[in-house]
């Protein structure tokens, strides 16, 4: 009796908060929706299909206020194909700033945030053409273009559309500081370590009446992060390390991005090195 009583009252109160437009109803939407559907995304990405393990720590691991609680997932289907101009898979984990509860909204809009605009996560790309090594040319050097490819396409044509800004419209531009080849990392050896600046537009804008589906993720944007201007042009840090793996036919890559170069490297330390990849269940 009491255990119905108790599930009678939260939905009620989950429908009592989404009729008034409580602004924490975002947060609880984002909390309760997304694990659900990244069910749906894991089981149709090529790395469940070939039985792969690609784990990365979400924001539980640590007890700051730092990133949203949950690694995420997409299946970019055919859209990174298209935009390839070749028949190749990309999945995506991805993970951004904290929630601001009370507001609805994540930390990711905030201006006056160190997460503002910021991820981390890992790609896996895996190309149909079983002798394109994606990202590296034949000598083993990295193809600065192809890996660029990825967090552009990701930027551009995933993370700003579902905001709001159109496709394409989105600027990405990368300034490389340092290669570092044969690194050792997350207990694997031959990794490359990649430095670099970015330019990008920031994801605060106004926030429209349209539900976007980013919306879902990131909750809106709080009325008091808008600052006059829909998504401005900011300037961030990023990391990569990046691999091919020849047991899996494909090039894997753990990134970072933010302003602050502090939270490149605790994310670095505290997430990005405990990542894991290898045959599911192992």
């Known amino acids: 009796m009491k255990k119905r009583f108790f599930l009678a009252f939260l939905v009620l109160f989950v429908a009592f908060c989404y009729r008034l437009g409580f602004p924490f109803w975002n947060t609880l939407k984002s909390y309760g929706i997304m694990p659900i559907y990244d069910l749906y995304m894991v ?51 991805y993970s951004f700033g904290h929630f601001d509860f009370w507001k609805g909204s994540s930390s990711f809009y905030n201006m006056d945030s160190p ?43 995933l993370v700003l559309p579902s905001i709001g800004l159109p496709t394409g419209k989105g600027i990405f531009r990368t300034k490389i500081k340092n290669i570092r080849y044969g690194q050792s990392y997350m207990r694997e050896k031959d990794w490359v370590r990649i430095d670099a600046e970015i330019e990008t537009n920031a994801p605060t804008h106004q926030a429209a009446r349209t539900n976007y589906p980013g919306y879902v993720q990131y909750g809106k944007p709080h009325n008091s992060y808008y600052q006059g201007q829909d998504y401005p042009i900011i300037s961030l840090k990023g990391r990569i390390y990046v691999k091919y793996f020849e ?36």
């Open 43 to 93: 089981k149709n990405s090529l790395l469940h299909q070939k039985g792969i393990g690609f784990f990365i720590p979400g924001g539980m691991k640590t007890k700051q206020k730092d990133w949203y609680p949950y690694m995420l997932h997409h299946h970019a289907g055919d859209a990174f194909s298209h935009y390839m101009g070749r028949q190749v898979s990309l999945d995506i984990l």
């Open 115 to 157: 997460y503002y605009g910021a991820f981390y996560g890992g790609y896996a790309v895996f190309p149909q053409d079983q002798n394109w090594i994606y990202g590296f040319d034949e000598d083993g050097n990295i193809d600065m273009e192809e890996i660029k490819k990825v967090p552009m396409f990701d930027q551009t044509y």
């Open 247 to 282: 047991e899996y036919q494909g090039t894997f890559f753990l990134y970072v991005m933010a302003r602050d170069e502090k939270i490149l490297d605790e994310c670095d330390q505290n997430f990005l090195s405990h990542a894991f990849i290898g045959m599911a269940g192992t």
